[in-house]
């Protein structure tokens, strides 16, 4: 009965693979599609059916590492998971009803049919999902390195003057590493002032104010001053609104106005030159 | 038109946050308001990532004559909260956090409402208006 299947897929691979763009096509979720050309869909699709196919004719490793390359393309692609299930079902049914068309398979052999490509599908399921899945979280795991990377730098501007800039959402894994990278820079760099730039933080939300309340206690802690800056005027409303007590960090509304102030701090100051 | 978000994890805070941020620039919020408003569904979701583990923030439109403006309703079904009084006071706090989450969101928005049952969880419902 595989053999029979085999052929059959073999010799129809052309129609299947129409007939499978065209349903797929009809059951496609818009959204994954307007990126996609057309020209795109049907490499997509071809590889799809082949790949498939592959599980008939290669050996179990073969097929594996075919499984990984063509999910790993496909999640690059951005297609989703429902997609490639569907795609399977959709797949199984078109060489049903081509094959009963064509008289391949009647109603004795029919039962033989099914658990024949049930067997086959089954583990194609397991396997496409698996390395669709595998790559999805490796995708994931390496965007939340990167974002960690980019996390919460200090960067010595001026001789005593540090600036963190922070861009982004604070969550309390970051507020760990701003309150880590701030104290180990300050003593490293020598910082007398250190300035916190909140110009790309979008919420400041009492967590996030906490945080902040806290890393400028430590730095005070050792032995340094630490000043808020970037604070815009929307975000000072919340603040007060909010009733968050700022009184025992200075801020200002501006990393120009922080880096003037924290040069007076260390009595220095910038000056034009007049040759 | 209303749509929810589910807070399970951490994260999920950022994506109701971002739900109410584009409502309320649909609706015509200035950016004060959209804030206040981000700000408001932050505290309402980070309670209950804190104190509830899971629940939902939901962000509705709303209307009343010639009114208009949005809902924020947070849903749990956590512990509850004991003492309603306590934690509307500023400076309350069970984790050691700053105290000022609830009575902020009530003083970010113009309506608020709770209710709370010990063991059975808690519905807080907050309105701006736009003016």
């Known amino acids: 009965m595989r053999k029979k299947i085999f052929q059959y897929v073999q010799s129809h691979s052309d129609e299947i693979l129409n007939e499978w763009i065209e349903l797929m096509r009809a059951e496609a979720d818009e959204r994954a599609f307007q990126a996609m050309s057309d020209h795109m869909f049907t490499k997509t699709s071809s590889d799809f059916i082949e790949l498939v196919k592959s599980n008939f004719s290669d050996s ?48 004795v052999s029919y039962i033989d049919f099914t658990a ?54 604070i969550d309390t894994e970051r507020a760990k590493q701003i309150m880590e990278n701030l104290l180990e820079g300050v003593v490293s760099h020598r910082a007398e002032v250190v300035l916190i730039d909140i110009t790309g933080v979008p919420v400041v939300d009492t967590m996030v104010a906490h945080h902040i309340i806290q890393a400028a206690e430590a730095v005070r802690l050792v032995g340094a001053k630490c000043t808020i800056v970037g604070i815009r005027p929307e975000i000072a409303q919340t603040i007060v609104n909010l009733g968050i007590n700022l009184e025992e960090v200075t801020t200002t509304s501006t990393l120009k106005k922080g880096v003037e102030q924290a040069l007076a701090m260390t009595s220095r100051q910038i000056v034009e030159v007049h040759e | 038109m209303d749509s929810s978000v589910k807070i399970i994890n951490e994260w999920d805070i950022v994506a109701a946050r971002q739900l109410g941020r584009n409502v309320a620039k649909e609706l015509g919020f200035g950016t004060v308001d959209q804030a206040r408003i981000t700000t408001a569904i932050s505290e309402l979701a980070r309670n209950i990532y804190l104190y509830a583990g899971q629940g939902e923030i939901t962000i509705e439109k709303v209307e009343n004559g010639a009114k208009r403006g949005m809902t924020i309703i947070s849903r749990d079904e956590g512990p509850g909260i004991p003492d309603l009084r306590k934690v509307m006071e500023d400076g309350f706090s069970t984790s050691g956090g700053l105290g000022a989450g609830l009575p902020g969101v009530k003083r970010l928005m113009d309506e608020f409402s709770i209710e709370s049952t010990p063991g059975e969880g808690t519905l807080i419902q907050s309105v701006k208006w736009l003016r």
Do not use: C, H
Request: proline share 5%.
């Open chain 1, 116 to 169: 024949e490509i049930n067997n086959w599908m089954f583990p194609m399921y397991k396997t496409i999902t698996e390395a669709y899945t595998t790559s999805w979280e490796r995708t994931v795991s390496l965007q939340r390195i990167a974002l960690q990377e980019l996390s919460a730098p200090l960067i010595p501007v001026f001789d005593k003057i540090s600036v963190m800039p922070l861009v982004g959402t």
């Open chain 1, 60 to 107: 179990e490793e073969k097929f594996q590492e075919r499984a990984v390359d063509f999910s790993e393309n496909i999640v690059r692609l951005g297609w989703p998971l429902t997609m490639i299930t569907e795609g399977l079902r959709v797949f199984s049914q078109i060489v049903e009803q081509g094959m009963q068309k064509s008289n391949v398979i009647d109603q």
